[in-house]
T-cell receptor
Framework: GDSVTQMEGPVTLSEEAFLTINCTYTATGYPSLFWYVQYPGEGLQLLLKATKADDKGSNKGFEATYRKETTSFHLEKGSVQVSDSAVYFCALSEAGTSGSRLTFGEGTQLTVNP | NAGVTQTPKFQVLKTGQSMTLQCAQDMNHEYMSWYRQDPGMGLRLIHYSVGAGITDQGEVPNGYNVSRSTTEDFPLRLLSAAPSQTSVYFC?????????????FGPGTRLTVL
């Protein structure tokens, strides 16, 4: 079945550092890929997405490129801020009988220190 | 728009008790779903619905029931609570059941079963 693997956390960075959170996936078809973010005490919200190979999703300074050849969708940001502290989830959705069912990775806790 | 709302925010149950977690959305979304979030496991799909009157099981449906009598509401029922159902529950909705669609999450219900 489908699966998503994220780099283990937690990740702790200083403000203005470069961020990479690795995400790889296994899917039988051609999934759409997502990054969701969960701020403390809140629900998940979409950060960015890509729906086909070589697409780049971007939002709030974050970027991720859909790499079919390496089955990856790594999240990057050039300069993190304290306000980026949150849990980040990589997820995929594959067309099928279950509609837009999301398969999530385990989540990566990011803490950014001033 | 209020988006996706969930009640209650917190709940403590004793083993064997029943309860209903409420979920409502005001975006006229066809697709709604329930996930549970457990530490180190990401989110896992419990049940989903592709429209009023249509529901189906997800990855971890045992111990939970759902119904969808209106487009707006998608309650989750625990028939006889067990400690293994201690978790954070998220409801989500999406425009349609397409894999490329963004899903919108509620703020969650934290359930503890003693």
């Amino acid at each position: 079945g489908d699966s998503v693997t994220q780099m283990e956390g937690p990740v702790t960075l200083s403000e203005e550092a470069f961020l990479t959170i690795n995400c790889t996936y296994t899917a039988t078809g051609y999934p759409s890929l997502f990054w969701y973010v969960q701020y403390p005490g809140e629900g998940l919200q979409l950060l960015l997405k890509a729906t086909k190979a070589d697409d780049k999703g971007s939002n709030k300074g974050f970027e991720a490129t859909y790499r079919k050849e390496t089955t990856s969708f790594h999240l990057e940001k050039g300069s993190v801020q304290v306000s980026d502290s949150a849990v980040y989830f990589c997820a995929l959705s594959e067309a099928g009988t279950s509609g837009s069912r999301l398969t999530f990775g385990e989540g990566t806790q990011l803490t950014v220190n001033p | 728009n209020a988006g996706v709302t969930q009640t209650p925010k917190f709940q403590v149950l004793k083993t064997g008790q029943s309860m209903t977690l409420q979920c409502a959305q005001d975006m006229n979304h066809e697709y709604m779903s329930w996930y549970r979030q457990d530490p180190g496991m990401g989110l896992r799909l419990i049940h989903y619905s592709v429209g009023a009157g249509i529901t189906d099981q997800g990855e971890v449906p045992n111990g939970y029931n759902v119904s969808r009598s209106t487009t707006e509401d998608f309650p989750l029922r625990l028939l006889s609570a067990a400690p293994s159902q201690t978790s954070v529950y998220f409801c989500a909705s999406g425009r349609q059941a397409f894999s490329t669609d963004t899903q919108y999450f509620g703020p969650g219900t934290r359930l503890t079963v003693l």
